[in-house]
């Protein structure tokens, strides 16, 4: 079988680029492998079939003839693996790539994700508005790191792999915030990723998945 | 060379055993193979020596023959690979041991350390009591997927693997919040991965390398 993910049918429009099937899409486009996407609505996916593959009735999910998984980056680190483009050949920078997909994922997005939180998610909750200040010095605080860790590389670590489309994928949660401009090594390195073609076709195919309107489950 | 992490020379007693040189030690033990500690304090994890391997000042780094990294999760991926004990032999079966190694990462472990900020790192800012049940709403909401999705199960997916090492050392941070009595399978879950001899080993060896009192930085 052609290797398959899950997609949402419709998301308002904030969430429009944001959504992970993205991070699926663009390692597909990364190495240059065909693959279909089964578009699905928020019914479904909270639905007892979606949530045997994901527990947490998320998508995106993955299948082929092998292996049926959850999870972006693991699925990333999947695509990854299936041919050249996304990971180095020897094992020790494998290894490096790995390191900054975990990193995106459990050092940087936890922080991003909060930011979501008080913002969007839990914007009319009494407690947002006093926690915000902190959520950003927070984030300020791992983005001077990280910058200080890419420098004046164009990548990570050598060649673009998907520890960068990982990272590039979770720093662009800060667009709307202003944050990344504070960092320009940083907003550079996202605009690098996001100028890549099979990035640009990636969001192309995602955004044209979607319907216009919410459509009744 | 033997391969080395490094971890804290002290920590606060509640931090003992939470550490994340923890998940690399374990590892260590699952997989049978000796490893090294370079035990080092907090003014030298924020150093521009070990921020050069660990961009965010952290402790576990790991170093052998072949490689640096950084990222708990990184780094027992990595010791996983090394030796037969915590992957299964098939690419399908790692690709699901790595999708629970990142599961436990991005999906429970950010959500369980927003209860530690509240509870001890925010714990004084008036902004925490307010946001506690909330974010209690939102562990339990996950715990219950998770608890789904392990079923009557030993183990995440057949035999013991990486994802399980990593999903019991995240669990492990509601230890003090009563939330896993609410959940026993998961509760059970837990208690079965700190049974394993190489849990008591890797933590044994963990806390004997703590001084009892804070050293000089």
């Known amino acids: 079988m052609t290797p398959t993910i899950t997609a949402f049918n419709w998301v308002p429009d904030f969430a429009r680029s944001y959504v992970r099937d993205m991070r699926a899409r663009w390692a597909f486009e990364e190495i240059g492998e065909d693959y279909a996407v ?3 609505d928020h019914a479904t996916v909270k639905g007892p079939a979606h949530r045997r593959v994901q527990p947490f009735g998320q998508v995106p999910t993955y299948a082929d003839d092998e292996v049926e998984i959850f999870e972006s980056g693991a699925i990333a ?6 041919a050249p483009g996304l990971l180095p050949a020897d094992r020790a920078g494998q290894a490096r790539a790995e390191q900054w997909v975990i990193a995106a994922l459990n050092s940087v997005e936890p922080m991003i994700m909060q930011l979501a939180m008080v913002d969007i998610f839990e914007a009319d909750r009494p407690w947002s508005a006093a926690r915000r200040p ?8 791992r983005l001077a790191d990280l910058s200080a860790a890419l420098g004046d590389k164009d990548w990570l670590d050598g060649a673009f792999s998907v520890g960068d489309l990982t990272m590039v994928s979770v720093l662009r949660g800060l667009h709307d915030s202003g944050l990344l ?5 940083l907003a550079a390195y996202v605009a690098r990723g996001e100028a890549r073609p099979a990035y640009r076709r990636a969001l192309a195919d995602h955004l044209a998945d979607f319907e216009a309107e919410p459509v009744p489950a």
């Not at 902190?134 to 605080?141: A, K, L, M, N, S």
């Not at 401009?181 to 090594?185: H, I, L, R, Y």
């Open 77 to 82: 680190l999947h695509i990854a693996r299936r």
């Open 38 to 40: 089964s578009v699905i």
């Open 134 to 141: 902190q959520v950003v010095e927070d984030i300020r605080g």
């Open 181 to 185: 401009a504070e960092f320009p090594t």
